[in-house]
Every structure is written in C-alpha cells, then in structure tokens.
C-alpha cells in the first residue's frame, strides 16, 4: 500500500531519490543538463513529499515559493518500475494539498520537451502550458505549466 509523508530535503530518501532523478535528467538533457542542475538545488528545500511502498522510497516531489501567492512544484521523480500507477499524482495532488494549506494559490513548474510522461502527468492533473518563465524563459527544452488551486475546503 502507497503511504505518503511530508518531510524536508534532508530526508536520505528524498537524497536517494534525486540522486537517480538527475542521472536520469542528465540523459535526457545531454549537454544542457548543466544549465538545468544550477535551478534544481535540494539544500533547504522544507516542503518534500515522499511516496512509499512497503517502506521503500518510490516516488518524490517539492515545492518551493516563488512569489507572492505562488509556489514551484520541483524535484518530481518515480522510481520506473513505479510509474503508472498513481504514485507520481498521488504526491502532486499532496503537493497542491500543502500549498493551499501555506495560502498559496497558483502551482508552477518546468518540465522538458524530452519528457513526454512528465508532460501528460501535469495536463491529466489539470495543469495548463504558460509562456516560459524566469529562468526558463528562451529555453527551446523548457515547457511551463501552472495551475490556479482552490482555497483550502472548496472542491
């Protein structure tokens, strides 16, 4: 059975799990990985979700504010042999869960071209493609996506 925790980014399985998201990015990425990993720093992240089956990490996600009312969903991975089957909405819907409860309103995120499941995993969620922005703005890789959250209680 999936049970699914909020901790921090010193949680070692939270550590594990981005280890084998990066090499996996950096595959994916080739010679633009670089670029990328200077945005995707763990150290002091507070708000990880963690997924686990049978006591082993499967599956993550953070989220980290952005701006005012505004927080980025970063850091999503599932172990393959876990992908789907629900893990990876399970921890965005967590993820959004924890955001209203912060008093945020709006989702973001960045994902890659290269990252066909990635993409259908944020449009079956109900996020929708916005121009890119900061970082990612110009980055012929980089799709952006956002999602306006319901107030904590309303459905």
């Known amino acids: 059975m999936l049970k699914i925790i909020r901790t921090d980014s010193g949680n070692p399985g939270f550590i594990n799990l981005v280890k084998l998201l990066d090499a996996d990015l950096a595959e994916k990425d080739g010679k633009e990985h670089a670029y990328y990993s200077q945005f995707n720093k763990i150290d002091r992240i507070r708000h990880v979700v ?3 089956e049978n006591n082993k990490p499967v599956g993550c ?3 980290k504010e952005f701006g005012p009312g ?3 969903v970063k850091r999503m991975f599932v172990l393959p042999e876990y992908r789907k089957k629900g893990v990876a909405s399970g921890i965005l819907t967590e993820l959004e869960t924890w955001a209203q409860e912060l008093s945020f309103g709006k989702c973001i995120l960045e994902t890659g071209k290269r990252q066909p499941e990635a993409i259908g995993l944020y449009k079956k969620n109900g996020y929708l493609q916005i121009p890119n922005y900061g970082q990612y703005a110009g980055m012929e890789n980089s799709l952006c996506f956002e999602k306006e959250l319901n ?3 309303i459905q």
């Open 70 to 72: 505004t927080i980025e």
């Open 61 to 63: 996600g953070a989220i």
């Open 50 to 52: 963690l997924a686990f």
């Open 151 to 153: 107030p904590p209680g």
